[in-house]
């Protein structure tokens, strides 16, 4: 029940802090618009005029996806840096709770957040474009559910290593373009993809809302490989956080910047 | 009636490396010192003399190499999580805070992160609020706060946590002569009603001198003294002497006085020394008879916890110098 609590807390405290900062949030969501409707434009003047209905809703799938993780992960990096720089990450470590799990919350607090304005950007996204989705939110909801618990996964590594690097701006930079990467490219092209995160993931919402997939097309070995992928990496992305956290306790760095 | 130890630290050393010229530094060696029930003690020492380090160690911030800490019977190092259910801090003072968020905002978001549900504290923040005296400023932004507000803000989000150990470092620092007393008198009433035991790292020696019972004090890593601090101000009150004298002391005198008392103070022919040994009173006469120095008067001083303080400091610091010559 504590755990409520704490996700409550801290999705609280992140909605206090998207409103107070409210400038930063609105050039944000006009960042990922501009970039949308570049690509929307770019897909119209040099794609093929015959698949350019399908370019353009793969467009907008892979830039919401990419939209998702990179703000998520962004922030968890961006969080444990601005906490240290701003001398709370000290008292946060003096919860009792472990500073895990109140990363956890906030995750779960962040993407909640993020997943109503995803929402959002994907309507504002389709009227623009003037193409319709499959939503189909009772398949689309639960993959996307599956596939980002293994967001949270590399989501602790990066705090993990933020922990002790503290400036990981550059590095959040060039995860940009692997996450781009990631979101893009089909598993149909490299099928290796499959053991990376969350691309086994985006590629099945990808099936349901392009071409119109339902449970049905799905195998069990398609869920298997996302839930086993997604466990995997949340396990390995906590292991990594606690031993980064451990290293950094021995060094004397928490709270350091 | 014996005392209840709350809080005991055992021999904890930790060992730095530089980074850039990876050379090891020590940063606490053997710090040993136990903390008891309802007691406020100080914890105080120069910058760089291993505080911070030790407080560090006592929240499970920064893991020892050798020693450990118990709080309320459980070991930090293994049991983190759970020793914090028995300790909380304010270690950065008004940086602890979230600025962007209001006075009553920072208060739910932290009982929050200890579990507790936003609606089942509102009774506890109200009390808080009004213990503080920030019940008109609730809903105002923290970086709109004076630093004294913010100070007294950081402390009562300590205090949300109803934790039995209480750790504030520099809890004075920076604020103005009327929020250092009111803070004073706040901590003094926590303990009294509350029955908690407050641990103070300070600069502020009125502060010390006003709210606790003892102090520890570290320099070069060690705890110099454990005492109390009405036992530290007697024994040095004891040997500190003012002597008015009838003519200037002459540049021998001044030499040896110098060479035999490390803590002395002199202008306008008056003498302030401070007695280590039963037989330097002796010493100091003969230094003066041997110019027929004339003495006019000799009076006990009384002294403050500062200049013992700095008594016991600058008597290590000797010590230290010698045994690092050699």
């Known amino acids: 029940m504590s755990l409520v609590h704490l996700i409550s807390a801290n999705t609280r405290m ?21 970039i949308f409707l570049a690509m929307f434009f770019g897909i ?44 709370t990450l000290e008292q946060l470590y003096m919860s009792p709770y472990g500073v895990w799990r109140i990363l956890l919350a906030r995750f779960i607090g962040y993407l909640m957040i993020n997943s109503v304005i995803v929402v959002l950007l994907l309507a504002a996204t389709m009227l623009t474009a003037n193409q319709w989705l499959n939503l189909q939110p009772h398949i689309v909801i639960p993959l996307l559910f599956l596939t980002i618990i293994g967001i949270i996964g590399i989501g602790f590594m ?34 290796f993809l499959v ?63 | 009636m014996e005392q209840k130890r709350v809080v005991q630290v055992n021999g904890l050393s930790k060992l730095y490396q530089k980074r850039k010229t990876k050379e090891i530094v020590k940063a606490i060696e053997g710090v040993t010192f136990d903390v008891y029930e309802g007691e406020i003690l100080g914890l105080l020492g120069p910058n760089g003399a291993g505080k911070t380090t030790t407080i560090k160690c006592m929240c499970g911030l920064l893991k020892p190499d050798e020693g450990s800490v118990q709080i309320k019977g459980t070991n930090v190092e293994k049991s983190r999580l759970k020793a914090l259910n028995h300790i909380s801090a304010v270690l950065e003072g008004n940086r602890n805070l979230y600025w962007r968020l209001t006075v009553r905002e920072n208060l739910e978001y932290f009982a929050g992160n200890r579990g507790a549900r936003r609606k089942d504290v509102q009774t506890r923040i109200d009390h808080l609020l009004d213990q503080f005296n920030l019940k008109h400023k609730e809903n105002e932004l923290v970086s709109s706060l004076s630093r004294g507000m913010q100070q007294k803000l950081a402390i009562a989000v300590a205090l949300l946590a109803n934790t039995e150990v209480i750790l504030l470092d520099e809890p004075t620092l920076g604020i103005d002569v009327e929020t250092g007393y009111e803070i004073r008198e706040l901590l003094k009433e926590i303990v009294k009603k509350e029955n908690k035991t407050i641990i103070i790292s ?33 024994l040095f009150e004891t040997k500190a002497y003012c002597l008015s004298l009838g003519e200037e002391l002459n540049e021998k005198q001044l030499q040896q006085i110098e060479t035999h008392f490390p803590i002395y103070e002199y202008s306008n022919q008056k003498l302030e020394v401070t007695l280590e040994n039963d037989g330097d009173i002796y010493y100091l006469m003969d230094i003066l008879k041997s110019a027929s120095t004339i003495i006019e008067k000799i009076d006990r001083t009384t002294i403050d916890f500062e200049q013992v303080f700095m008594n016991l400091i600058s008597r290590e610091e000797n010590e230290y110098v010698v045994s690092s010559s050699n």
């Not at chain 2, 020696?205 to 101000?233: A, S, W, Y």
């Open chain 1, 195 to 257: 053991l990376a995160p969350f691309v086994k993931g985006f590629d099945m919402v990808r099936e349901v809302m392009i071409h119109g997939f339902t449970w049905s097309h799905f195998t069990a070995a398609d869920l298997s490989i996302l839930i086993v992928n997604s466990l995997v990496y949340l396990i390995i992305g906590v292991l990594v956080y606690l031993k980064c956290e451990k290293v950094a306790m021995t060094k004397g760095l928490i709270g350091n910047y």
């Open chain 1, 14 to 34: 992140e909605f206090i802090e998207l409103k107070r900062y409210l400038p930063n949030t609105i050039a944000m969501f006009l960042t990922f618009y501009i």
């Open chain 1, 158 to 191: 990066i705090a993990g290593m933020t922990v002790i690097f503290k400036q990981m701006s550059a590095f959040l930079q060039i995860l940009q373009f692997i996450l781009m990467g990631l979101a893009f490219v089909p598993l149909s092209i490299a099928p």
């Open chain 2, 202 to 234: 300070s600069h502020d020696m009125p502060v010390v001198q006003d709210l606790c019972e003892r102090t520890v004090i570290i320099n070069h890593g060690k705890v110099i003294t454990n005492e109390k601090v009405d036992n530290l101000i007697d």
């Open chain 1, 44 to 87: 119209n003047v040099i794609g093929d005029p015959q698949h350019a209905e399908t370019n353009i809703q793969y467009g907008i799938v892979n830039m919401v996806f990419w939209f998702l993780t990179m703000m998520t992960l962004s922030n968890i990096g961006f969080t444990i840096t601005l906490e240290a720089t701003r001398g």
